[in-house]
């Protein structure tokens, strides 16, 4: 058995949903809520699971508390967002993952949902997440609006995915989400710019998907061109055209959200200068 935490903000159109595809297994389910101003609470609570707020920072610092600060049943445990679901086959080799002492933690494949349609192309599937793991052997650091995984010990992979509903509270709802997020990218692009470097051999050779994925984020942030760059890479080279009408759409998307973040770098840089 393990232990799933779901973190939430202002998710009262997924947490029911989400929790009821764990719930008929899982003995110990964990919301870490970040002071929604929805519904989100009420409707974890008229679930019977254990419900804990904190104050929000970062993705990579709000995972880290709750891994050391809010306690569970099981040394393993799952991290589940509130627009994904538990299946009853991911669930079942989760079970079987744990019950061997050979990794502290595996990657999850996700299954992107989009206008109604596993997007399967251009969403770099299968695209890994560390969701599965050992509480006292990983813990997460930011990068950008997102986080990355630290772990102490050897990890491997599933075979089973999850579903992952994105946009399901529509399309507002992902603007307003990702001019948040480019914000962030922006801070850690310029950074990377600055301090980092491409990981050559990680790009052609890394030893996984995510050491790849990763190498490739790192070159792409010093490509010319990367709004267009990116839609023509997600949508001919990964096969978006195939994917209909969600995949253009979902390409569109993802090329105007590189825009936002080429702007807001620029804002950056302008705002250093006039402090200089």
Same mark, same amino acid.
């Given at each position: 058995m ?5 973190l939430?903000y202002n998710?009262a159109g997924?947490?029911?949903p989400?929790? =009821?595809?764990? #719930?008929p297994w ?5 919301v870490?809520?970040?002071f929604?101003t929805?519904a ?5 609570h008229s679930h019977n699971?254990?419900?804990v707020?904190?104050?929000f =920072?970062?993705?990579?610092q ?5 891994l050391k600060e ?6 393993w445990?799952?991290i589940l967002e ?16 744990? =019950?061997?002492?050979q ?8 299954r992107?949902l989009f206008?109604?349609r596993?997007?399967r192309h251009?969403t770099?599937?299968p ?6 793991f050992?509480k006292?052997?990983v %813990?997460?650091?930011?990068?950008g ?12 992979f599933l075979?089973?995915t ?5 946009s399901?509270k529509?399309?507002?709802? *992902?603007?307003?989400k990702?001019?948040?997020y480019s914000?962030?990218?922006?801070r ?6 600055e301090t $980092?470097?491409?990981? *050559?051999?990680?790009?052609?050779v890394g030893?996984?998907e995510v050491v790849?994925?990763?190498?490739l ?7 010319p $061109?990367?709004p267009l760059?990116?839609?023509l890479?997600?949508y001919?080279m990964?096969g978006?055209? %195939?994917? $209909?009408? =969600?995949g253009l759409? %979902?390409c569109?998307?993802q090329?105007?959200y590189?825009y936002?973040?080429? #702007?807001k770098? %620029? ?9 200089s």
């Open positions: 393990f232990s799933v935490y779901i939430t998710e997924d947490i029911g989400c929790l =009821a595809s764990i #719930l899982c003995d110990d389910v964990i870490v809520d970040s929604s929805d989100t609470v009420d409707i974890a699971v254990k419900v707020q904190h104050a =920072a970062s993705h990579g709000q995972r880290t508390w709750m809010v306690d569970t049943v099981h040394p445990v799952y509130a627009d994904e679901r538990m299946t009853p086959e991911l669930y079942a080799e989760c079970c079987a993952a744990v =019950a061997q002492d990794y502290i933690g595996y990657y999850v494949a996700e992107v206008m109604n596993w997007i251009c770099q599937y695209r890994y997440q560390m969701r599965l050992r006292d052997r %813990w997460f650091t930011d990068y609006h997102t986080e990355r995984e630290v772990c102490d010990g050897p990890t491997s075979q089973e999850y579903p992952h509903y994105t399901g529509g399309f507002s709802r *992902w603007f307003e990702h001019n948040r914000t962030d990218e922006a850690e692009t310029l950074h990377q710019l $980092g470097q491409v990981h *050559w051999r990680d790009l052609f030893s996984s790849r994925r990763r190498a984020k790192d070159l792409s942030l010093r490509l $061109g990367r760059l990116r839609f890479y997600m001919f990964l978006g055209i %195939w994917d $209909g009408r =969600a759409t %979902w569109i998307l090329a105007f590189e936002m973040i080429l #702007l770098v %620029w804002e950056l840089r302008q705002e250093r200068q006039g402090l």
